[in-house]
């Protein structure tokens, strides 16, 4: 069929921006709509958990000489607690916590925030130690099938120990309670950063190397402009996995040397029998987890690309 100037296109191959755009706009609009119901759901969820927890919770009667026996060795006016705190309970807790962060009344007596703020130190240097150590070693390994084969029988001996199994050895040695405890971390963020580096470099595109060596690329701008790009989204997977396992042990390292950290202060309140500070202390750990696990996840989408 023959078009004469001015004919207007048929509407079958007729394309403008909006058409081209409308699938997009579509997905989108889907996207949010699922997200506004998954929300609504996990509100349902919380909602649906907070009302049994205050069903399970409810005041039962207590006996009155327990309480008068509780009042004489307390102090007057003091009554005993049984049983699960209550959600209300727990909110007054929280506020309480949060009110005052950062107070400071002795080395048994700090704010969440002081020990959240000793524990993400520790977190940080020992992740950052492993960082330096475990990337450029991986780089190493990934590229040379010798040294990969040499270093794999010491990696699958050191590897399944566990972290806290280093503690009396490391007690020991440094002689410094916390710094055992970066030591630790640094121990239990080293294998899946490193694992993942060597896996990642192995794996680079065979045509994506083949093209460097055509170019007649040298070896630094080869691992930095070739394969630290490509490898880039498997190292930054373990790295997020070491974020997670270290977040996990730092909490059980410091309830075992004490001192200061979120761990310590869960161990203190137990000690003190106040479960209510315990069960904030224990939300508080999830939730800076989960943020910990969100700034890793973005990071790994920025450095994923799509073939």
């Not at 916590?97 to 950062?102: E, T």
């Amino acid at each position: 069929m023959s078009l004469r100037a001015g004919t207007p296109l048929p509407r079958r191959i007729r394309s403008t921006p909006e058409a081209a755009s409308a699938p997009v706009r579509k997905r989108s609009a889907t996207f949010k709509s699922e997200a506004v119901r998954a929300g609504v759901l996990s509100l349902l969820f919380l909602l649906l958990l907070l009302g049994i927890w205050h069903v399970a919770t409810l005041q039962k009667e207590q006996a009155a000489g327990a309480n008068d026996e509780y009042a004489k060795l307390m102090g007057k006016g003091s009554v005993k607690t049984t049983g699960f705190p209550t959600p209300a309970q727990m909110g007054a807790t929280a506020l309480k916590q949060l009110s005052d962060p950062f107070y400071d009344k002795g080395p048994n007596d700090k704010g969440v925030g002081i020990q959240l703020g000793f524990s993400l130190a520790r977190v940080g240097l020992g992740f950052a130690l492993a960082a330096l150590i475990a990337i450029p070693l991986g780089f190493v390994i990934g590229m040379s099938p010798l040294i990969y084969r040499a270093l794999d029988p010491f990696i699958q001996v050191l590897k399944p120990i566990s972290p806290l199994a280093w503690m009396p050895l490391a007690l020991y040695t440094i002689k410094d309670s916390s710094i055992s405890g970066i030591f630790v971390i640094f121990i239990c963020s080293v294998w899946p950063m490193l694992i993942n580096t060597a896996f990642g470099v192995a794996n680079v595109r065979r045509e994506w190397l083949n093209v460097a060596k055509t170019l007649e690329v040298n070896a630094v701008r080869k691992a930095f402009l070739v394969i630290l790009p490509a490898a880039a989204p498997t190292i930054m997977t373990g790295m997020r996995i070491s974020m997670g396992i270290a977040w996990l042990v730092i909490v059980a390292a410091e309830m075992l040397v004490g001192g200061t950290g979120i761990g310590y202060f869960v161990w203190n309140e137990w000690n003190n029998l106040s479960l209510t500070n315990v069960i904030f202390a224990v939300l508080t750990i999830g939730v800076v987890g989960m943020l910990l696990d969100l700034v890793f996840g973005r990071l790994q989408k920025l450095v994923t690309y799509v073939d």
